[in-house]
Every structure is written in C-alpha cells, then in structure tokens.
C-alpha cells in the first residue's frame, strides 16, 4: 500500500475537483517533511475531522532567512509517505520550488503586527515566507479545515489573521503541542541534538511550566521572566533570544497577567534553535477541576 502523490497544482486540482464532485469534507496538513509524531497527530486529527486528508510537503526556501538552515533542513519523502499510510491519509501533495514559485512571481503576503517581534524580530521575512506559501496551499487545496500545530505558535495566530483579513473561506484548526514523555516538544529540529544535549532540551519546557504556574499564583512578570531566562542558561542553553508573555489570539505584550496569555521562548542549545510556548491565565480564571491537574501536570515536568 502506497498513499498517492500529486506534484503539481494542476494534478491536486484534478484530485481535489474529484472529492468535491461526490460531496466529500477535505482537511490540509500542511508540512515541511520529517514527519514525526507531532505532525502525524495533526493528520489523525484532521482525518476525524473530513472525508479526504491532503497532506502537503514543500520546503518553502522563502521563509528560510538562513541558507544553512535551509541546506541542513532533513528531506525524507519516502519515509514521509511510508508514515501515512496506516493513517489512511488520502493524497501527499509535493510541490518542487519551480512549481511553487514561477521564475517571474512577485507576490508577497505580510502579515504586519502579528509577524513582529518573537520569531519575527531574529528570522527576518520568514513570516512574509510562511503566508505566501500558506496562502498558496490553502488555495490549491481549496479545504474547508487546515491543521497548524500551537507548537508554532506565532505562526498559528499570523495564519488565522491572515484567513481572516484575505476572506479565504477555511477553519483554522489549532492542535496542542506534542511532547516527548520528558516534556521536550517535538520538532524535526530535535534530530540536531547530540546525546548530551537531549538530556538538558526538556528543561526549557519544565522551566515554561513552572513559569506559567508562578505567574498564573501572582508572580511578578518581570522579575520572573528574569528568573526563567536565568534557569533557561543555569541548564546549559547557550543563548536565550526571548522569553516573553504575550495576550493568547493578539500576541500584543503584556507588563501583568489580567487576562489568558502564552509564555512563549526561543532559545540555542548548542547550534539547534528551539521553541516552545505554554498558555497561561490568573489562576481566578482557571475551573476548579483544571486547578490541581495543571499544577500537577506542572510538577510532573518539574521532575
Ligand atoms: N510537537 C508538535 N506538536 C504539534 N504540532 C506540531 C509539532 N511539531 C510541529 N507541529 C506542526 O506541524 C506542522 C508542520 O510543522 P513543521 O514541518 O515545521 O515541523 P517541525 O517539527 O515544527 O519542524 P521544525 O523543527 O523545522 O520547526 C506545523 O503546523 C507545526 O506547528
Ligand atoms: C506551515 C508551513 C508548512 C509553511 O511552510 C511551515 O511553516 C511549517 O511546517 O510549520
Ligand atoms: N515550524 C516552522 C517552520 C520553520 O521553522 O521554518
């Protein structure tokens, strides 16, 4: 068993015109490959969700604002399409960059207010890069649902902004982060991690819960964060390029806790670039039953 591969937008058009004709539901996962448990998660999800699944796989050069990123970025389709396959997922759609991107194109999508700062302000024009090619594939596929993962949080938020502002007629499906049993999130950027350097990565998320949990019971936000950034490199990180409290759907910046947020970091360890983010909230907001589990949830990570 194989899932079927398409290649240019013309073959997903014949598909797609295909599903729509017997009146089927169709979901987008879109992806740059190196599937993991994350991502196959996303495709379970959307299969629950719609009749037919495509899953995209394009690694989009215009939102690499590093060449040797871009270079060292993992290509493994034939393991990528083998993964599919118990799913059920109906189509891999594998656009190349000249398919993707004519050699006169000239249009860019930017998202402004959202694209600032975090991830935006140290990955130059990688967010005017993510929505023109998320812009493209859900046009190409014409779904009724996309998958994104919260993993990539901003990135998340600049697509519901940018389905909004453009009238393209989808629902954002959001999905929770997927974590390694340490708490470590999944990302294909994990496979960079040498032995000794796996064994510290699960800290950045303990150190997000534990965070999350101290502002949610009052904490000060500055200090605390002061305090993150600190543990963040006590652990061994070489570098933390931010660890901010931002407003959960505006990302706008926060100076106290009033109102639902995300904790949200990048940070080095090593030569491998991570990110994670965890929602928090006054612990007035959060329901009785949900108070113990999270902090316990907290604490387990802690561990
Ligand atoms: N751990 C995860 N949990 C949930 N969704 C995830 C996770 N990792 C990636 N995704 C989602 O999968 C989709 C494709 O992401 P992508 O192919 O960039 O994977 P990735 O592992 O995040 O790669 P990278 O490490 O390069 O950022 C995005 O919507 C992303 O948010
Ligand atoms: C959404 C996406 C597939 C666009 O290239 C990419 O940014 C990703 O994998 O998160
Ligand atoms: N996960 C977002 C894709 C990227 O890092 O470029």
């Known amino acids: 068993m194989s899932v079927p591969i398409v290649r240019t937008v013309a073959e997903l058009r ?17 992806t740059m490959g190196a599937l993991h448990e994350g991502h196959l998660s996303l495709v379970r999800a959307a299969l629950e969700r719609a009749e037919r699944v495509v899953v995209t796989l394009f690694v989009n050069p215009k939102q690499f604002n590093n060449a040797a990123d871009l270079a060292a970025y993992p290509r493994t389709e034939n393991e990528d399409a083998a993964k599919l396959v118990p799913l059920g997922a109906h189509l891999l759609y594998v656009p190349d960059a000249e398919e993707m991107y004519s050699a006169d194109f000239a249009t860019t999508v930017s998202v402004s207010a959202i694209s600032e700062g975090l ?6 024009g990688h967010f005017d890069g993510v929505a023109t090619v998320v812009a493209k594939l ?26 909004q502002d453009l009238d393209i007629p989808i629902t954002i499906v959001p999905y929770p982060t997927v974590r390694e049993a340490d708490g470590l999130a999944l990302s294909s950027r994990n496979l960079r991690l040498s ?19 101290r502002l949610a019971r009052g904490s000060p936000v500055l200090p605390t964060l002061d305090e993150a950034r600190a543990a963040i490199l006590a652990a061994g990180y070489r570098e933390v390029e931010y660890l901010e409290l931002r407003g959960e759907t505006d990302l706008q910046s926060m100076a106290s806790l009033d109102r639902p947020a995300r904790l949200l970091v990048a940070a080095w360890l090593g030569d491998t670039r991570l990110i994670d983010n965890v929602a928090t909230s006054p612990i007035g907001n959060w329901p009785d039953s949900q108070r113990s589990v999270e902090v316990e949830g907290a604490k387990q990570l802690r561990r």
């Not at 991830?119 to 130059?124: E, K, L, M, T």
């Not at 032995?195 to 949990?213: M, W």
């Open 119 to 124: 991830c935006g302000a140290f990955r130059p």
């Open 195 to 213: 032995p000794a350097e796996r064994t510290i990565a699960p800290k950045l998320a303990s150190v997000l819960l534990d965070t999350a949990e």
């Open 14 to 30: 014949t598909v797609v015109a295909g599903w729509r004709r017997s009146g089927a539901s169709i979901a987008v996962v879109p």
């Open 138 to 163: 859900l046009l190409q596929t014409s779904a009724d649902f996309a998958f994104f993962g919260e993993k990539d949080f901003q990135q998340l938020q600049l697509v519901r902004r940018m389905v």
